[in-house]
């Protein structure tokens, strides 16, 4: 799967609250899906499985994707986390309808981005 870019897509749970292509909060929408690259400890993520049907997090570390799943699991979220590399995704091209890198991307090669 390659990353293409589509700009500054980092967002914050602030900004997505009033992010105009967001589906109806508390109905995820039949196979639309949300990446979050470099999830940490799974806050966007967390916040996005009220909108997305597959709310997934990637993170390198092991810690960030244990602690999470901890989060997610006291929070009652179906979000998703997996222990990955950016470079090396477990995806397929077009599983995501949004991907978001929480300030990440910028990091990569250029040949990820073409």
Same mark, same amino acid.
């Given at each position: 799967?390659?990353?293409?870019?589509?700009?500054?897509?980092?967002?914050?749970?602030?900004?997505?609250?009033?992010?105009?292509?967001?589906?109806?909060?508390?109905?995820?929408?039949?196979?639309?899906? %949300?990446?979050?690259?470099?999830? $940490? +400890?799974?806050?966007?993520?967390?916040?996005?499985?009220?909108?997305f049907? =597959?709310?997934?997090?990637i993170?390198?570390?092991?810690?960030?994707?244990e602690?999470?799943?901890?989060?997610?699991?006291?929070?009652?979220?179906?979000?998703?986390?997996?222990?990955?590399?950016? %470079?090396?995704?477990?995806?397929? $091209? +077009?599983?995501?309808?949004?991907?978001?890198?929480?300030?990440?991307?910028? =990091?990569?090669s250029?040949?990820?981005?073409?």
């Amino acid at each position: 799967m390659k990353v293409v870019s589509m700009g500054n897509i980092g967002i914050l749970p602030t900004s997505l609250r009033s992010f105009p292509v967001l589906p109806q909060q508390g109905s995820p929408q039949d196979g639309m899906g %949300y990446l979050d690259i470099g999830c $940490d +400890s799974g806050e966007d993520t967390i916040f996005t499985a009220h909108y997305f049907e =597959n709310s997934v997090g990637i993170d390198i570390s092991s810690k960030a994707i244990e602690l999470a799943k901890d989060k997610a699991l006291a929070k009652g979220s179906n979000a998703k986390f997996i222990r990955a590399d950016l %470079y090396c995704l477990p995806f397929g $091209d +077009s599983t995501f309808s949004m991907v978001s890198d929480g300030g990440f991307l910028h =990091n990569l090669s250029f040949e990820m981005w073409v």
